[in-house]
Every structure is written in structure tokens, then in C-alpha cells.
């Protein structure tokens, strides 16, 4: 099949609906040609010093095409809302609810799940289908990767994994505002750079140093969101609702240094997920 088997069911009622809802066929056929355009554009994009080194190349840019995706059936969410009618609203919704819950797809919100009918059809003319299931991908030793219930806190497989999504989504966002983006690489790579020379530096309390330094560089960030705050609100008032949830998400780690940086994103702004990426470069230079 072309797509996963639990989730068919669900892509052959989107082939219904679009073959006999020809408003809503022609919001998903403009959808899918702008997302196709978007999804070139997304995988063109290079993750800076910062953000490099917490994963592979290849999973940064599975990341970054996520994060594309998930903004993407959102906006087509909105568009097609008007368009589908309450009882194939419910349906569909049903189909994709119980497959998600078949697939053991608790990892964060599904970006189909939060979408609407025709989601499942885009994500796969874009290239992508539904994983599955989690388990055999992700050595989760919390258990939220199969259920989305949050216990004492997130595993270090969950962590990293939501961490680099919300890595991702910054990263997105900060391509659309240029100015912005050049500042706060600017503040990143100079933390780095800190960071990297304060390791290099014998101590007794290593971690409490190297988090100074962030720190440091996370009041650069406040200053800098404040300043610029007008530019943001043109840009549709950035950071999205998905990068703080995701910030969120990551607060819940029970990895300390990436549970203290997650936990100041909503004051820092744009930036806070390139911190916590640094605080996993840190943990991983010193305590091994």
C-alpha cells in the first residue's frame, strides 16, 4: 500500500470527499502545489554551528521538512475548515484518531491529527507517510513516545527527539525574518564559542559554568526580542504556538540542563531552542 495500512481507511474517505467536494478539491490541489514549493525550500535549509552536533545532518533535515509539513496542514486546516461539513469533519477524524492510536503515535501532537480531511493525501504527495509505529525507532524508557502520557518526566530519547523539533521549528521561523535570524546566530555562535573555552577549563563545577555562559547569552536573546519586537508582530507574531509547545514539551525533560534552558524559552523568545541544543553539546562533552 502506499501509505500505512491503518491509516487507509482514512485516505480513501479523503479520495471520497475531494471526488465529490469540488471547493475543497480545489483548496487541496492549491495546497499542494504551494507545499510542494515550500518543501524544496525547507530542505534547502543548513543548520547553523549551533544547532549542529546534537544530531546527524540527515535527522536535522527530517526535522526541518517535519516542521515544514506540520505548518503546512495547518494552514490547509484553516483554509478547508469552511469547506467540509461537520459529519465528514467527525469521520474523518474518527479514521485518523484510531489509527494514530493503533500505530502507538503518542509522540507529540500528530501534525495529520491536528490537521483536516485531505492531510493524510497532501503529506504523502510531499513525500512523506505515516511512521510506524514509534517503538522500534525510538528506545523510549518514559513511555511517552507510545502513549503522549508525560510521567515524571521526558526520557533522554524523548527529550532529544522533541528538543530537535522544536530546534526545527525555530529554525524555520527565524528564515522568515532575516535580520532577526543573522542576530540571533550571532548570539549563538558567540555562546558557543564561550562555552566551548570555558569546557576546555579546568573546574569544579563544570556544568554551573558552562550554563553561565548560556546564560549570558540568554539575556542577549530577551534584549533582543524586546527590540525587535514590532518586527515579530509583522511577521505574524512570532515564535508559533508550535514552537512553544515544543519549548514546553522539552521543559519536561529529565535531562537538568535542558529542563533549565526549555524552562526560560517563553522570556527569551526565538534563540531558547539553539540554547537548549547547546546545553545537549555540553552535557555530551562533560559528562560524557
Not at 530542505?43 to 544530531?55: D, I, M
Not at 536535522?60 to 495547518?74: K, S, Y
Not at 505515516?130 to 518514559?142: E, G, M, Q, T, Y
Not at 569544579?204 to 518586527?231: F, H, I, N, Q
Request: glycine share 8%; aromatic share 6%.
Amino acid at each position: 500500500m502506499s501509505i500505512a495500512p491503518w491509516f487507509e481507511a482514512a485516505a480513501e474517505f479523503e479520495r471520497d470527499l475531494l471526488a465529490r467536494n469540488a471547493s475543497l478539491a480545489e483548496l487541496h490541489r492549491q495546497a499542494q502545489v504551494s507545499g510542494a514549493s515550500r518543501m524544496k525550500e525547507a530542505a534547502a535549509l543548513r543548520a547553523p554551528s549551533p544547532w549542529q552536533g546534537t544530531v546527524s545532518s540527515s535527522g536535522m533535515r527530517q526535522a526541518l521538512l517535519e516542521a515544514e509539513v506540520f505548518a503546512l496542514l495547518q494552514e490547509y486546516a484553516t483554509r478547508a475548515a469552511a469547506s467540509i461539513d461537520s459529519a465528514d469533519a467527525a469521520r474523518w477524524s474518527a479514521l485518523v484518531g484510531e489509527g494514530l492510536t493503533r500505530s502507538g503515535r503518542g509522540l507529540l501532537v500528530d501534525e495529520v491529527h491536528s490537521s483536516s480531511a485531505g492531510a493524510l493525501l497532501l503529506r504523502e504527495a510531499w513525500g512523506f507517510r505515516p511512521a510506524v509505529p514509534n517503538r522500534p525507532l525510538i528506545d523510549c524508557a518514559c513511555g511517552y513516545a507510545e502513549s503522549g502520557v508525560i510521567g515524571k518526566g521526558l526520557c533522554i530519547e524523548c527529550s532529544e527527539l522533541v528538543a530537535r523539533r522544536w530546534s526545527a521549528e525555530e529554525l524555520r521561523q527565524l528564515a522568515m525574518v532575516p535580520e532577526y535570524r543573522a542576530r540571533v546566530e550571532e548570539i549563538l555562535a558567540d555562546a558557543e564559542a564561550r562555552q566551548n573555552k570555558q569546557i576546555g577549563a579546568r573546574s569544579e563545577t563544570p556544568l554551573d559554568d558552562v550554563r553561565g555562559k548560556r546564560a549570558r547569552a540568554g539575556r542577549r536573546l530577551r534584549w533582543l526580542r524586546r527590540s525587535m519586537r514590532s518586527a515579530l508582530a509583522a511577521s505574524g507574531g512570532l515564535p508559533s504556538a508550535r514552537w512553544q509547545q515544543l519549548g514546553a514539551l522539552t521543559a519536561r525533560s529529565m535531562q537538568t540542563s535542558l529542563r533549565f534552558e526549555a524552562a526560560r524559552a517563553g522570556k527569551r523568545g526565538l534563540g531558547a531552542a539553539g540554547l537548549a541544543a547547546l546545553a545537549m553539546k555540553s552535557d555530551r562533552d562533560i559528562i560524557g
